[in-house]
């Protein structure tokens, strides 16, 4: 069972920069295809992003062009940079795993379908002033 624990979440001001971080621990394969996801206060789950394992990436149109997702595959850890912050990104963020991804073999990794990703780390929290 993958285990997921994000950190780096922190109180920033509008135009600034943050790189959470995502320790994965339990994974039995380099197999997966990792994704960031955020939600605000009252607000749905919305899919920032993703990266499979030879590093392809995805992202939300709302963060493309200001946030960027890596992942260090020998320390399991998956990283996205933030920058240029706005009072919208403001929000719980979490990273999930998909362990049937079986290197694309059906589907591509991607951030827009949520229930793809049956390991979900517990949220790390984002705060962005003005």
């Known amino acids: 069972l993958v285990q997921l624990a994000e950190s780096g979440g922190d109180s920033v001001q509008s135009g600034g920069s943050l790189t959470l971080s995502c320790e994965a621990s339990?994974?039995?394969?380099?197999?997966?295809?990792m994704a960031w996801f955020r939600q605000a206060h009252g607000k749905e789950r919305e899919g920032i992003g993703s990266?499979?394992?030879?590093?392809?990436?995805t992202y939300a149109d709302s963060v493309k062009g200001r946030f960027t997702i890596s992942q260090d595959n020998a320390k399991n850890i998956l990283y996205l940079q933030m920058s240029s912050l706005k009072s919208e990104d403001a929000a719980n963020y979490s990273c999930?795993?998909?362990?049937?991804?079986?290197?694309?073999?059906?589907?591509?990794?991607?951030?827009?379908?949520?229930?793809?990703?049956?390991?979900w780390g517990q949220g790390t929290q984002v705060l962005v002033s003005t």
């Open positions: 999930a795993a998909d362990g049937a991804y079986n290197d694309g073999y059906y589907y591509s990794c991607t951030h827009q379908y949520p229930g793809r990703f049956a390991a």
């Open positions: 990266i499979d394992p030879l590093g392809r990436t």
């Open positions: 339990g994974k039995t394969s380099s197999s997966y295809c």
